[in-house]
Every structure is written in structure tokens, then in C-alpha cells.
């Protein structure tokens, strides 16, 4: 190109959604970010997030070098120091811990899943610690993952790709307009519902897409296992299954049938708050109109009986017939494998110590399908010891303080740790706690391969390294470099060799793919496969018994129940009715907001300005009985903290329900803690017992709260001394985004 101009094929990672790029550059400086028109998911189209990525890459605040702590821990005080000196330091570090405590004293953490997901457990298990966690484990999309692996083999998903596309979508716990998930991305979301001609959305908001349903089922915040239960109850008593495919690709439905025998639509009514009449219809829609697509999210994933409700709502498409059809709920092609995990590489006896291994064997046991620590366990045992000590924490794009529940008790442990290490774009509330700070890497630095959709792919796009600012690094860099001073073999020695190793086994399983390497992929941009439908008339499934386990022998084998059951939240008007008089009000929170990502870009102008403060949506009849008014500071609050958030009044909630937004900390704030303790929404959460007994999932929503408006100075919040959030700088007008529904 003239005047040094190049165009890189790429894949925006501003979320996990896996959009196609052009990125323009001149003479290395990249100057503009656009749809690729050739991409297979978004055909050209991009969110503001992707537009902004340019202010992102080049943000004054990002982290720029390594530094140490000088101050005392939390104070926000650092030096910089060299990347010689932060991995010598990182690697003497873990090996006197393994030396005093045993290396499980050692944990690996990580946000929500991006480019180095992987290749943090590959180092985890490299280095000989059983104990690596996520934030969301437990809690989101991995519930989906197991359970789905347990039921069908495999996970299903919408069938957004082929020609023949769902006439009927049940949308439950989720908003992929706005979310654009896992390579899901809202563009195909909305071409398909251009033909969809029976739209169900199963949510206690009235979101973007419940507007657009012909039918909303208003539930009461988690109570998803109840309705599942009730619809299948209409499907199997009516008689409305598909009795071939049932017949020859289950197991289990006469014992299924028995044990949903009395959870009819009349049950449910008085614990979902749904109409009887609205189950029935449901179900009945979603059974008649084939091909019928289920679209699912976190929502469902966050309460102790997280398990059995994903379960219960997994049989709806797989009694109607609708696994891996044309239009249906597909199955993957798995075009390319993730790098190894090196799961076989931890010791037997290792992997028993895990935390939590002993009690929720399908996420930590031994013989999990996709082993990691329990969140809740490690936190205890940094504060306790027990059942052994954990001494460090290496925390890799992860804002834990706002990202993990119950936050007042993870800042304990972060500030109980002997050392603690955190990589990220920027200093946040959780960096400022850490001995050493790394600096990551955006997007636009670094070369991986975005394999979509997660866990069913058939299409891997380049993400590519054009351009490398400062001393930032990739996480994958760090790991490599940490193992060579700790002698250990991730199978790989560069992430371009491992990237290799990856489209090698794709040419395994596709060899139109042989020869390609890299470097040959970042000029096409992308790879995909064409679906292939009714796979399992092939291959069955992958499960024990070769079809779709409504029984499931596997959670037999472990002691759990093999069915699904009802299970009311812990906490909740039901459960608790003494606390539910002190808290009268349903609290729920974790909707997606188009401008950010979780607790990430809160410093990028243009999106901070679309969505500038934190806000708590309240019914009008509620904020009428507090003389609450739209835009006024509100006091939520929970048997386990308090915050603020801006009132935003709409009919679109229960007038029982109070939803909070999620993620708030404020970067414009004073160090140390950026206004950590203000608006955060895991102040009012839950991480204690009782969990999941399968999961060890934790009560996330459907908590109970209470509200009141803040009026002066007898309000002041302890931890702030402020009655009000800090207001984000002037950022100029909104930008408008048409969600084309």
C-alpha cells in the first residue's frame, strides 16, 4: 500500500463474540477498525465496542511496564521494574511456596474466557497445582458446558448458520441482542429473528427481545427449574415428544416422565408467578413448531440447584425432536481443538486435592469432564488455612473485586495472600492489591485463534498481532517465560508454535485444512466447515450410553441425582419469609450493557458516555411508596452490604423485583480502590453455603433486598464517607445503536 498503509484480516476479542475485522494501519500505527464484509458471523457489521477499540489500544491509562509494590499492600503504591525482574521474582516466589506448603498452595485465576483461557489451565496443570479458577466457573456458561456434555455428549446451539433457520425460538435468561456471546454474535441473532415466526423469551425484565416475543413469560428470579419442569410436564402428559427420535435416542423417559408427574403448569403458576394457561401455551408452541431452537444464558446458572435447572431446560429441544436439525439446536463440527489442557499431566493424587474435589465432583472431582477449584473454597482457605493454606494467587484479566461474590470478603483474601500477582490492560480496584502488576496485551497486540461458537465450532478466525506498544505483553508470552525459569513443558515454546499445533489437528479431522499454518491463516482471515446435521445417526452420542441421557449414569456414578428436581433459592420470600420482611424486595443483577464488557471500558470515552452511570431499575408503583423519582440516588441493599446506584423507572420489572446493573467501579476516582465500595453490585451478593452439590454453585440472584433513597448526610455509606457515586468526566452526546429488530 502507499505511505505504508496495510489492511490486517482480524477478529475483534472488545468482547468473546468473534466479529471479522479489517484493521487499517499506516506506517504501525493502527488508524481504523471496520466490519469485514467476508466474515461468516457479523458480514461487515461492528458494535461500538469494536469501534472504539482504537481508543482502547491507545488509552493514556493503560498499564505500560511491570511494577512492584513499594507501599503497604492496597495503598496503590509501585515502582517499575523490569520484565527480567517481575518473572525472576513471580518464579522464586512459587518455587519457596512449593518448598514450604506443597505447589497446590499455588492458584491460577482468570476472568471470563478470552485469548489465554486455555493456556491458563495448560499452565496450571504444567506447573503441578490442581487449584486454577474463573470467576464465572460455576456460575456461567460452564454449567451449560458439563451439563450439556453429561446429557447430549455435547453442547447444543442455535442453528443461526445454515439456510433453514428456527421458526420457533425460546430465548430463556438472555439478551443475545446486546450480548452477542461466543460467536453467537447479535448480527446473526437478528437475521434470524427477521424469520422467526414464534418468539418465546423467558426473563423478569422486559428486555429488548421480550418486547419483540409473541409470548414473554415474566418469571419470578429463580424459579427457572419450576417452569422447565412444567413444560415438560405439558409436553410428555399431551403426549406432544417426538416419539421416533425419543424411542430411539434417549435414555430414561419413563423414569423422566414419572419424576416430572407432579410438577404440573397449576404448581408452577404459584411459584413462577406465570399463568398456568401461559406454561401450557409455551410449551405447546414450542413443541408444534418444528424446526425450535433454544437460546439460553448465564441467568440460569446462578442459583445452588444451577445443575438440574440447565438439565431440566436442556430436554425441552431434545423430547421435541430438535437435536442437531436443520434450524434446531446443533452440535459442533469441532473444526479445531483448543491447546491442551494437559489434564493428564496432574498427578492422581494431586488432582484429589483440589478444592472442593471432594464434594462437587462434577466441576472439581477427579473425574470431572472439565476440572477447576471452587471458587468459594479457595477464598476460605486463604483466610483459614483449611483444608491447607493457599499462599499465592497468580490472577490473570481478572477485576476479581467486582467480578467474584460477595466482594468485602474477597478483599480480605486478596489482602491475606503472601503474594499476589495480577496481569490486566489498566490498574483497577484488584491490580492495586497485588505485589506485582503485569501489563497485558489488548486485542490489537497479540496473535490467537478465535474458535466459534464455544464448544461447538466449525469456524476459527485469526486474531492477529498488528501492532505492540510500550512493554505490554500476551498472558501466553508470560506463561512461556515463566515455565523456562521453572523448567516445565506446556508442549509448546511460542504461541505461534502452539497456534500451529492447533490448526495441525484441524487438518487431522479436515485435510482441505493440511499444510496450514498461522501465518497462512492471518491472510485468509478465517476457516469454517459447512454444518452437517443428524450426526448421531452416525456416531450416536458421546455419552455412556450412546443417546441423550435424560437419566444420566454418569451423575449416578457420582452419587448425584440422575434427574432433574425442584428446588427453591435458599434465600428467598419462600425459603426465608422472616428475612424476606426485612427485605422485601427480589434482587437481581448481571444484564449485559451493549457499551461494556462486565467491569471493563469504564475509562473509553465514546462508550462511557452512552452509558455514563450505574443504575438500579425500580417498578414506578415501588419508588412511589420511597418517594423515589427517576434519577435520583438509591440505597440498595442486602443482608450482606449496601450500595448506590441512579433510579431508573420503567413498567418493564416486577414491581417485587429490583435489578441492579453490575461491574461499576469508577476509574476517574482517587487511588487507591477507583470507587470500588460505591456502586458495586457484588457488595450484595452471596458466595456461603449452601451450593450446588453437583457444581458448588453458589445463590448469585434471586437474593433478597431492601431500598431507600439517599438523602444527605445520616446516608453517608461507611466504607466512603459519600452519599453519592463520583460522575464520570464530560464525555460529549451519546451514541445511538439500532439493535434492528
Known amino acids: 500500500m502507499n505511505n505504508g498503509m496495510k489492511i490486517y484480516k482480524s477478529a475483534c476479542r472488545m ?32 458494535c461500538l465496542k469494536g469501534a472504539s477499540s482504537l481508543e482502547h489500544l491507545y488509552h493514556p491509562d493503560r498499564l505500560k511496564y511491570p511494577v512492584k509494590r513499594t507501599g503497604k499492600k492496597g495503598e496503590g503504591e509501585f515502582t517499575r521494574i523490569s520484565w527480567d525482574e517481575a518473572l525472576d521474582e513471580i518464579a522464586a516466589q512459587i518455587k519457596k511456596i512449593k518448598g514450604l506448603y506443597g505447589i497446590e498452595s499455588v492458584a491460577i485465576g482468570q476472568g471470563t474466557g478470552r485469548h489465554h483461557y486455555n493456556h491458563t489451565i495448560n499452565f496450571a496443570n504444567a506447573l503441578g497445582t490442581p487449584n486454577w ?19 447430549l455428549g455435547g453442547l447444543p446451539v442455535c442453528d443461526y448458520y ?18 452477542g456471546p461466543d460467536g453467537e454474535i447479535q448480527f446473526k441473532v437478528n437475521e434470524c429473528l427477521k424469520k422467526v415466526e414464534h418468539l418465546i423469551v423467558v426473563d423478569p425484565r422486559k428486555t429488548i427481545m421480550a418486547k419483540s416475543a409473541s409470548l414473554w413469560l415474566q418469571i419470578r428470579p429463580g424459579t427457572d427449574n419450576a ?5 415438560l410436564n405439558v409436553i410428555i402428559n399431551e403426549e406432544l415428544y417426538d416419539k421416533e427420535f425419543v424411542s430411539h435416542w434417549t435414555l430414561g423417559f419413563h423414569e423422566l416422565a414419572k419424576a416430572v408427574k407432579d410438577y404440573t403448569p397449576q404448581w408452577a403458576e404459584a411459584i413462577t408467578w406465570i399463568d398456568a394457561d401461559m406454561i401450557g401455551k409455551a410449551a405447546r408452541t414450542f413443541a408444534a413448531n418444528h424446526p425450535a431452537a433454544l437460546e439460553w444464558g448465564v441467568a440460569i446458572e446462578q442459583t445452588p440447584n444451577c445443575l438440574q435447572t440447565v438439565r431440566a431446560i436442556s430436554f425441552l429441544p431434545v423430547l421435541t425432536g430438535n437435536i442437531d436439525v436443520p434450524g434446531g439446536c446443533i452440535q459442533g463440527m469441532n473444526i479445531a481443538p483448543e491447546i491442551s489442557a494437559l489434564s493428564k499431566r496432574l498427578p492422581e493424587e494431586t488432582g484429589k486435592k483440589r478444592l472442593g474435589a471432594d464434594r462437587f465432583k462434577v466441576i472439581c472431582g477427579p473425574n470431572s469432564l472439565w476440572p477447576s477449584a471452587h471458587i468459594a473454597s479457595v477464598f476460605d482457605a486463604i483466610l483459614t ?13 481478572n477485576n476479581g473485586l467486582l467480578t467474584y461474590a460477595n466482594s468485602k470478603k474477597v478483599y ?61 505483553r500476551s498472558d501466553e508470552e508470560v506463561f512461556i517465560d515463566l515455565a523456562k525459569r521453572l523448567h516445565i513443558d506446556l508442549g509448546f515454546t511460542s504461541v505461534t508454535e502452539a497456534l500451529d499445533i492447533q490448526l495441525k489437528e484441524a487438518a487431522d479431522h479436515y485435510p482441505q485444512f493440511a499444510g496450514l499454518t498461522f501465518d497462512a491463516l492471518k491472510e485468509k482471515g478465517f476457516i469454517s466447515v459447512p454444518v452437517q446435521y443428524y450426526k448421531y445417526r452416525t456416531n450416536g452420542f458421546n455419552t455412556p450410553s450412546g443417546k441423550v441421557e435424560l437419566y444420566s449414569q454418569y451423575l449416578e456414578t457420582l452419587g448425584y441425582n440422575p ?12 425459603s426465608t419469609p422472616e428475612l424476606f420482611r426485612e427485605y422485601p424486595y427480589i434482587l437481581i443483577t448481571g ?5 461494556f464488557f462486565h467491569t471493563e471500558y469504564r475509562q473509553i470515552p465514546t462508550l462511557r458516555k452512552n452509558d455514563p452511570e450505574p443504575m438500579v431499575e425500580i417498578h414506578p408503583d415501588t419508588a412511589q411508596k420511597y418517594g423515589i423519582n427517576m434519577g435520583d440516588w438509591v440505597w440498595i441493599e442486602s443482608p450482606r452490604g449496601k450500595i448506590q446506584q441512579k433510579a431508573r423507572l420503567t413498567e418493564d420489572i416486577d414491581p417485587r423485583v429490583i435489578h441492579v446493573t453490575h461491574g461499576w467501579w469508577f476509574p476517574e476516582d482517587k487511588k487507591p480502590g477507583y470507587g470500588v465500595w460505591k456502586s458495586n453490585a457484588n457488595l450484595l451478593t452471596n458466595s456461603e453455603k449452601p451450593y450446588d452439590p453437583a457444581l458448588g454453585t453458589y445463590q448469585l440472584r434471586a437474593l433478597l433486598c431492601r431500598i431507600a433513597p439517599v438523602t444527605g448526610d445520616q446516608d453517608k455509606d461507611k466504607e466512603t464517607g459519600k452519599t453519592t457515586p463520583s460522575k464520570p468526566p464530560s464525555v460529549g452526546k451519546p451514541v445511538s445503536i439500532d439493535f434492528d429488530l
Not at 468473546?16 to 457489521?45: M, Q, R
Not at 470467576?135 to 456434555?149: H, K
Open 563 to 574: 434427574l432433574p428436581y425442584y428446588a427453591e433459592p435458599p434465600e428467598s420470600p419462600l
Open 227 to 231: 417452569l422447565a419442569l412444567s413444560m
Open 133 to 151: 479458577l474463573n470467576s464465572g466457573e460455576a456460575l456461567c456458561f460452564t454449567p451449560r458446558l458439563l451439563s450439556s456434555m453429561i446429557t
Open 15 to 46: 468482547c468473546h463474540g468473534g466479529c471479522g475485522v479489517l484493521v487499517y494501519t499506516e506506517n504501525g500505527n493502527v488508524t481504523a477498525i471496520k466490519g469485514d464484509p467476508d466474515s461468516p458471523l457479523n458480514k461487515g457489521k461492528i
Open 412 to 472: 480480605q483474601a486478596l489482602m491475606a495472600l503472601d503474594f499476589f500477582v495480577a496481569m490486566d490492560i489498566y490498574r483497577t480496584p484488584t491490580t492495586d492489591l497485588a505485589d506485582i502488576i503485569l501489563p497485558a496485551a489488548a486485542w490489537l497486540e497479540l496473535d490467537e485463534l478465535v474458535i466459534v461458537p464455544y464448544g461447538a465450532p466449525h469456524v476459527v478466525l485469526a486474531q492477529q498481532q498488528v501492532t505492540r506498544l510500550w512493554e505490554c
Open 162 to 179: 445454515g439456510e433453514i433457520k428456527p421458526k420457533c425460538l425460546l430465548v430463556w435468561g438472555h439478551n443475545p441482542v446486546v450480548s
Open 591 to 595: 444484564s449485559r450493557s451493549p457499551y
Open 385 to 397: 488455612g483449611n483444608p491447607y493454606p493457599i499462599m499465592a494467587l497468580l490472577n490473570f484479566g
